[in-house]
């Protein structure tokens, strides 16, 4: 799958109606995903539209935000790495905070040893 990346990369991402096919590049099935509804994305998955990674980012994004709070496993904060991912740019692609919890830290940001 094209653009992976924590940020979106995709060049297309901006263009109106210009968007990869669905499963080939990540940005734009997020762009996608960010714009329905907890049914459709549903649906989408049970026809194997929406991969495993991407629904479980986008129901703990839901559950996290919604007023009903949704079923108590998709609140709790992903491990899978790529679902974190996916979901920090869920919340990002909707200009949401992301929460410190989905935050991943990276080795490369601690202090070598004095």
């Keep these: 799958m094209l653009h992976t990346e924590e940020l979106p990369t995709c060049p297309i991402l901006g263009a109106p109606d210009n968007y990869h ?3 080939h590049c990540e940005d734009c099935d997020i762009k996608t995903l960010s714009r329905l509804n ?6 989408r ?24 709070k ?12 790529d679902v974190r991912r996916i979901a920090r740019k869920l919340l990002a692609a909707r200009h ?6 989905l935050i991943d830290v990276q080795p490369a940001s601690f202090r070598p040893a004095a």
């Excluded at 049970?46 to 009903?68: C, I, K, N």
């Excluded at 949401?96 to 919890?101: K, V």
């Design 45 to 68: 998955y049970h026809d194997g539209r929406t991969g495993q990674g991407q629904f479980e980012a986008y129901m703990h994004v839901w559950a996290t935000l919604s007023p009903h």
């Design 21 to 23: 096919f669905e499963g």
């Design 96 to 101: 949401f905070e992301i929460p410190a919890d």
């Design 38 to 43: 907890l049914g459709q994305v549903e649906d």
């Design 70 to 81: 949704g079923r108590a496993e998709w609140r709790e904060t992903p491990k899978d790495p």
